[in-house]
């Protein structure tokens, strides 16, 4: 059974930074595509970036030359991506959850706080 861990929240002053991480365990195979999702208090769950197995990677655009998602696999196949943010923003507080798709199957984690806050 394939299981998403993401790690790394926590609470950082604005203009800091954090680094996020998922891994699979239970998989053997790399996935196609693995992305990050935020939701933040009060509002839906929305897309903040996405690495392709290919890897070319897409972000929202809040997060275009703050954050930079990256495979943690040191082999060719994805099955742990990483987040880096920088700048960090009061407006980037939410909990973060990775989204993985293989084989037209999609696995969510359960996701990570970060709270942005002086």
């Known amino acids: 059974q394939v299981q998403l861990v993401e790690s790394g929240g926590g609470l950082v002053q604005p203009g800091g930074s954090l680094i996020l991480t998922c891994a699979a365990s239970?998989?053997?195979?790399?996935?196609?595509?693995m992305s990050w999702y935020r939701q933040a208090p009060g509002k839906q769950r929305a897309w903040v970036a996405t690495?392709?197995?290919?890897?070319?990677?897409?972000?929202?655009n809040s997060a275009k030359g703050r954050f930079t998602i990256s495979n943690e696999n040191a082999k060719n196949s994805m099955n742990a991506v990483a987040l880096q943010m920088n700048d960090l923003k009061p407006e980037d507080t939410a909990v973060y959850y990775c989204?993985?798709?293989?084989?037209?199957?999609?696995?969510w984690g359960q996701g990570t706080q970060v709270t942005v806050s002086s």
């Open positions: 989204k993985a798709i293989r084989w037209g199957r999609t696995y």
């Open positions: 239970g998989s053997g195979f790399g996935f196609d595509v």
């Open positions: 690495r392709n197995s290919d890897g070319s990677t897409k972000y929202e």
